[in-house]
Nanobody, 120 residues
Framework: VQLQASGGGLVQAGGSLRVSCAASGRTFSSYNMGWFRQAPGKEREFVASISWSGSITYYADSVKGRFTISRDNAKNTVYLQMNNLRPEDTAIYYC??????????????WGQGTQVTVSS
């Protein structure tokens, strides 16, 4: 599975942004998908995940209620809608695919990342 993240950019605090991750291959619908982020000088952290069917989602406490993960298996794409953004959300956002895991340990495959910058 090859993953290509896009949609990052610069947004003011309180604003919204949606990042996308397009996957190659015909087996996308059999993979759990997730989003992680890494801020400068910090370790990569789990943000959200969604099961292969889309029926189960998990969120980090720091984004719960503000971010929504979704997927469109017909388009081989997973999305992360980010609302009420804060400066501390500034990071490179990476998508990940995993056949079996849906938590912080997931990550058989990784995308290249897309930069999200939130100004105060």
């Amino acid at each position: 599975v090859q993953l290509q993240a896009s949609g990052g950019g610069l947004v003011q605090a309180g604003g919204s942004l949606r990042v996308s991750c397009a996957a190659s291959g015909r087996t996308f619908s059999s993979y759990n998908m997730g989003w992680f982020r890494q801020a400068p000088g910090k370790e990569r952290e789990f943000v959200a995940s969604i099961s292969w069917s889309g029926s189960i989602t998990y969120y980090a406490d720091s984004v719960k209620g503000r971010f929504t993960i979704s997927r469109d298996n017909a388009k081989n794409t997973v999305y992360l809608q980010m609302n009420n953004l804060r400066p501390e959300d500034t990071a490179i956002y990476y998508c990940a695919a995993d056949k079996f895991r849906r938590d912080q340990s997931m990550g058989n495959y990784w995308g290249q990342g897309t930069q999200v910058t939130v100004s105060s």
